[in-house]
């Protein structure tokens, strides 16, 4: 029903049902393979705001030799015929498959086999022979491998067919061992096609078209009897919905055309065998084994043998078995946090007899056993040999320490939700994550008598008491960068940089306009009502390179703090994790691809990222044989509910452990699964007052959830006679596998776990480190003297006053994040407050300063730089303002207006302050600009991107995808060309117009510009207002569509009017 509107259908909190291997029930072949995802070494796209980038193109027929080609070597007479035809999708019609039968004398290939006579092994060979057989004989340049048949035969109790998965990898692999892969195409028509995933795979592994023609034909017959769409433009929605998640699936690894994509097997499968990888998906990771091809033979049977296949053919349609692959339901898949043991947790946290309380606990550990293999770990167990019971038992409140809740927004959770963790967990010395939504500072202060009632009445909690306090000890730093401020990261005990989440690695995501109240709005930084966009982190993490930078900023604002990098298990993560503790990184986290407690894409929730346990037994082994684990904490999260999930990932590897649904259900959540409709049942995910009432607000639920959690984890740990929590990790030598006799689904006796017990020899500090320096020479910053100098002296803060008496020279390679530290410093001060003029601190310099030049620096600061500056100029620009112009002495030919003074990605995230630059900007410039006034010469590509708040202005030429995303604030392009400068603007959601001269706008504008010239002496600048009315109208305005009856930005001028002149 969601593919008939267009859209791929969106869920939430996680995916809490088994691993394909895992489960009693059958699934298609597609759920052994997990996406693989971009994160650090690479960026992915976003799809939608620069789907300018992205195409599904592709060709399908005979494919030339690329060296020929390109050597332009004689080719065959016959070449001249058309040999390749151009597709705009992978996904066909009935129609488009025909149409391209004919033109490339195609060969359908019948994919059922009678199961009596041949085995699925032998099936598979025979189709391989036969399209050998096609290509090489009879000629043929397009192989169709269709299902359609199957139950038309009349004798269906002996028919079986190849997974279309199968057979499109096993003719793939076979025609490239013959020489023959660019003779032919390969197109699938299966029925066994219905999600974005099954796309994806089909096209990773060798299709260049698919058509699913038993999805098309339920489509159509929903389309029909809604009456709210003909079959027709049924059919043509599920199309669009399938090419919009095959583009996401694409972007996530950084791809942005469907040839790159194509065959390239950027999948990770959990859960099969070396027969069937080597067979059809070779060159695929599989780390644990799994089916054979006999095991997903007898899988197939079973969908053959069940109501699903049978209904297809009976006289009387029989209803489709559900399975409960996604939620919860009676006599079906199992669950990790169904409603049932929700309530069993729920039971067991508001019962306030301790024993019985206890009780209640095991009740649920045991229910949840009952449920169990959920995850790889529940395969594994303790060696008898290794219990050595201990009297006294380990510290509980020093386990404790080790936990910390997922990071959830405020505003994808309500602030009852979002304020009942932080205090429980700061309650037990335990750490809450704020998310990317940012923090009000309110929630720094504690809780007084006085306060109760005015500041935190919402919360009903009755045990908040004077002393409890909201705030989020770890503070997170994502995409979004919505409300990341100054004070935000300068006082942070924490700040994790989100890399990807375990719901949907590699995507962003967005908060919907709905839930942006005006409290929301005010944390975030933007106004109500306006869905913000969080888009993945691809504005400035390239490269390992990008990331160290970033860390290094962090660290230059807060010294103190520890910086945290969240990443999601996939293979390889091991490597990336030794990149992130070389880059400076304090704590790495280690998500599973369960993991997740708001909205993602349904197939991205079930088919992205890999479980924790692998992650965390790579990144742990990687960084102990490469000498860095010393110097990091390993953090994981992801279905984790129990003391027994605890320890066993501390035995392969983990120090720190997350929780995040299971700690939202003890605050209250009933697993509705409604997250992203505003709609929350019981208050937790919604911002409707009249549903937040029903929020219970008590961290003691929470706070007695941690430590029955705690408790157990002490007991178990004495069982194994280990005397700490950190004393577990690592200790794989504590661990085996299951044996096949347990009573465990079949299909999970065929996996291996030896991967995950290999030993690495460690050990764990029962402390943290301390917090890692800045990877400078000395660990020392630019700033150090400036700030001790200030600091020592000072005895009234609200005093503090400094100005360079001549420029310092800097230099590109050490003089990084200039003005960073002391602008952290002035921000955990008290008295910084009461600064309240402009120009307190002014900082004067002179070169070619280093990367995030005033990063982070905030209001009473002024620096100015005579020279050029790096990429991420004024990232997080919190109130200070920058001024970049050309050194003195410059060549008389060096045009300002004509080159580029500041690199790229300036601005981002800033959320006020000005910056007045005499020259250009790179790509990126002010993307998630929140709320910075600023002047530049001309700009790069993806101008405004993401922007919410503050004015733009650029005086010359600019780049492609302006405004792409953009929800607020206004920009001023100074365009001579109209057809030109429109050309360059992303026109989704933002339109362009010129503002009156007697409007605020115009205003606006003429005052920025005297500025502009004031601080930089444009030259530019200088020209536009000599001769003001008529620079006015040069000018265009882009704004968002939703601000276009804004009076307070403009009065809108009719289109005629916009001028169109020709170059000087």
Known sequence: KNLITGYEPTFAMGDDAPLAVLSAYPHPLYSYLKQRHAQVTNPPIDPIREGNVMSLRTFVGERENCVDVSLDSPRDPESSRTRVIEIDSPVLTQTDLENLNRALD?????????????????????????????????EAKFITLSDRNTFNKEDLNNVLYIPPLLAVGAVHHALIENGLRLQASIAVETGQCWSTHHVACLVGYGASAVHPWLLFQE??????????SEPRLAIANTRKALDAGLLKILSKMGISELASYHAAQIFEAIGLGNEVIEVALKGTASRIGGLSLADIERETKSFVESKAAVGAVATKAAKLENFGFANS???AEVHGNSPQVARLLQAAVLEDDEDIRHSKYREF?????????????????????????????PDLEAVLRRFVTGGMSLGALSREAHETLAIAMNRIGSASNSGEGGEDPIRSLPITTATRESNWSHLRGDSITEGDIARSK??????????????????????????AQGAKPGEGGQLPGGKVDEYIASIRLTVPGVTLISPPPHHDIYSIEDLAQLIFDLKAVNPFARVSVKLVSIVGVGTVACGVAKAGAD?????GHDGGTGAAPLSSIKHAGAPNELGVAEAHSQLVSNGLRNRVIIRTDGGVRTGMDVVKLALLGAEEFGFGTSAMIAAGCIMARVCHTNKCPAGIATQKSELRARARGEP????????????EITEILADLGLPSLAAAVGRTDLLKQLPSSSNIPEKATTIDLSVLLKPAEFVAPESPPPVRPLLNPDGRHSDDKLVARLFSSVEDQSSIKYADESPRRVSNDLDRALGTRLAGALARHSGFSSLDRDDDIRLKFTGSAGQSFGAFTCKGMVLELDGDANDYVGKGLAGARLVIRPPPVTNEQFVAAESVILGNTALYGATSGELFANGGAGDRFAVRNSGARCVVENAGDNLCEYMTAGIVVVIGRVGINVGAGMTGGVAYILGNDKLEIDARLNRDVISRRIADPASPAASDLYNLLVEHHHTTKSLQAESLLRDWPSSLGRFLQILPKADEANPKIAVIKSEQQVPVLKSS
């Not at 195609?106 to 099936?123: K, Q």
């Not at 395969?379 to 219990?387: G, N, V």
């Not at 990261?489 to 924490?494: G, V």
Request: charged share 30%; proline share 2%.
């Open 106 to 138: 195609g060969v359908t290939l019948d994919v059922s086999y009678d199961s009596t006579s041949l085995s699925l092994a032998e099936a598979l060979k025979c189709l391989v022979e036969d399209a050998i057989q096609a290509v090489s004989i009879n």
């Open 219 to 228: 489509a159509a017959a929903l389309g029909e009897k809604q009456k709210e």
């Open 329 to 331: 339901l009676p006599k």
């Open 365 to 393: 550990v045991d229910r949840l056993n009952q449920n169990r293999p959920l995850a790889l770990r529940d395969l594994l167990e303790f060696r008898e040999d290794a219990k050595v019971s201990l009297k006294k038992k």
């Open 474 to 499: 770890i503070r997170q730093v994502a995409s979004g960068r919505f409300g990341v401020s100054t004070k935000y990261l300068a006082t942070a005990e924490q700040i994790e940089i989100k890399i």
């Open 587 to 591: 704590v790495i986290q280690i998500s």
């Open 700 to 711: 003691e639920d929470v706070v007695r959830y941690m430590r029955l959690v705690a408790h």
